[in-house]
């Protein structure tokens, strides 16, 4: 009999089998995506980033259309998906995202098609469709292994990408050993791209194997480079995840005031952001060290809010976490029903 880790490589590398002799790869050649430079493609991100409302995109994605252009009009797809997944609508961020890998696929054009194969990944990921999410980050590095552009910073950076979704999806299914290879190799390519923000990314995750597997004191340090590597980068998300992790590591620590402390700093933090997602992670801490403490009112506040939201953006995951919470109150007070 297999073992659950054992079972798990033998999908991953099956799936990856699978799907490295699919249509669609055998479409594809080595050296054939549409050539584009790299200033061609950083100039019409930057006109694309500058929109400040979806009116604009959509008022830009006309412009493109008249003009014939696919590229831009990929672009101004993905950032439309983009902006959705950051402000937890998936099913708008998956409509837009397969609209840029449609266009992308047309027009042969493999940079923009990893970056919608990774952005559908991670859309899938966050609502808890892991073996999916699996399929299209196994695509996208797949394509980044066949094609011969392996040098430029956005064929690099869709790689380590693909290998930080990847990572993430190990990590959901406790392969903690695959998890901690992938993130290595993740947080190395994002050093040699110099991203502050890829590289607090990778510190957080491989911190986080630490805080599982019991050495708090490895993954206090890691936390602290993902901390300091967001400040670097001007995230507000990845600011207020990191004090959620200093949070967790004073619980497991027992001490209690300072992981309310840092917890609170997390949920108020996340207030501030669009990103309701990442930000439920804290409002679920917040409900968590209440119970532990015996503030079970306090928790039902919080478990409440969480599960409201976790409902409405329909994060499996979330509610998931929820639900544990509450099955904890409720067998403590001997409410077996």
């Known amino acids: 009999m297999l073992k659950k880790c054992d079972k798990v490589i033998v999908y991953v590398f099956a799936t990856l089998l699978t799907l490295s002799l699919s249509t669609f790869f055998s479409s594809c050649r080595k050296g054939s995506g549409t050539q584009v430079s790299s200033e061609e493609r950083n100039e019409i991100d930057s006109i694309v980033n500058i929109c400040k409302t979806e009116s604009e995109l959509f008022d830009l994605e006309k412009k493109y259309e008249a003009r014939s252009n696919s590229l831009g009009k990929a672009a101004v797809y993905r950032e439309l998906g983009e902006r959705s997944r950051n402000e937890s609508r998936f099913d708008d961020a998956n409509k837009y995202h397969m609209l840029e890998l449609n266009i992308a696929t047309n027009n042969n054009d493999t ?6 194969l990774n952005n559908i990944a991670t859309n899938y990921r966050r609502l808890g469709f892991v073996d999916i999410a699996t399929e299209y980050h196994y695509q996208a590095l797949g394509l980044t292994n066949m094609f011969s552009d392996t040098t430029s910073f956005l064929a690099r950076k869709n790689r380590v990408r693909a290998l930080n979704g990847l990572g993430n999806i190990f990590l959901s299914i406790d392969n903690n050993h695959l998890a901690d290879s992938v993130f290595r190799l993740a947080l190395k390519g994002e050093k040699e791209l110099g991203s502050a ?8 995750n491989i911190g986080s194997i630490f805080e599982s597997n019991g050495d708090l004191d490895s993954a206090w ?3 602290r480079n993902s901390m300091v590597m967001n400040e670097k980068a001007g995230s507000e998300v990845g ?3 990191c004090h959620d992790h200093y949070g967790s590591l ?8 300072s992981a309310i402390k840092e917890y609170k700093a997390a949920y108020d933090l996340s207030k501030k952001t669009n990103d309701v997602w990442h930000g439920l992670n804290s409002c ?3 409900a968590r060290i209440y119970h532990l403490i015996g503030h079970d ?3 039902f506040k919080y478990l409440q809010e969480a599960m409201s939201t976790a409902k409405e953006i329909k994060s499996l995951e979330h509610q998931i976490a929820v639900n544990k919470i509450y099955y904890e109150i409720y067998k403590n007070n001997g409410n077996d029903r």
């Open 250 to 257: 004073y619980e497991k620590s027992g001490d209690y005031d």
């Open 297 to 299: 009112g306090d928790a």
């Open 221 to 223: 340090v890691c936390y």
């Open 239 to 241: 600011i207020f995840l």
């Open 197 to 204: 923000l890829g590289q607090a990314i990778n510190y957080a």
């Open 111 to 116: 940079i923009e098609m990893v970056r919608a």
């Open 284 to 286: 679920i801490s917040m």
